[in-house]
């Protein structure tokens, strides 16, 4: 079964920082690109950043460019999200996206909430 599975998210204070974590299982994981998005109750939801199935190549939303970091770690099936000097406008779940042709797979979230 195909599995992304979303962790470390929580509550964190402007100008924090948070890791978040999405290990996969049921694929092959390296062929994959992989993405994080994020939604706000209200609002559709925003492809955050993106990685090569390798590894290398990156792409951010112009919001969290100088903030955020995605990584890949295929020896390990798992991808993750570096989120520093957080803002209250980076409160949204959190999801887990990869990517390969016409398929998608998605995760089941984790909530990030910046607040004072």
């Known amino acids: 079964q195909v599995q992304l599975v979303e962790s470390g998210g929580g509550s964190v204070q402007p100008g924090g920082s948070l890791r978040l974590s999405c290990a996969a299982s049921?694929?092959?994981?390296?062929?994959?690109?992989m993405r994080w998005y994020r939604q706000t109750p209200g609002k559709e939801r925003e492809l955050v950043a993106a990685i090569a199935s390798a590894g290398g190549n990156t792409n951010y939303a112009d919001s969290v460019k100088g903030r955020f970091t995605i990584s890949r770690d295929n020896a390990k099936n798992t991808v993750y999200l570096q989120m520093n000097s957080l803002k209250p406008e980076d409160t949204a779940v959190y999801y887990c996206?990869?990517?390969?042709?016409?398929?998608?797979?998605w995760g089941q979230g984790t909530q990030v909430t910046v607040s004072s």
């Open positions: 996206n990869a990517a390969r042709g016409v398929i998608r797979y």
């Open positions: 049921g694929f092959i994981f390296r062929w994959y690109a």
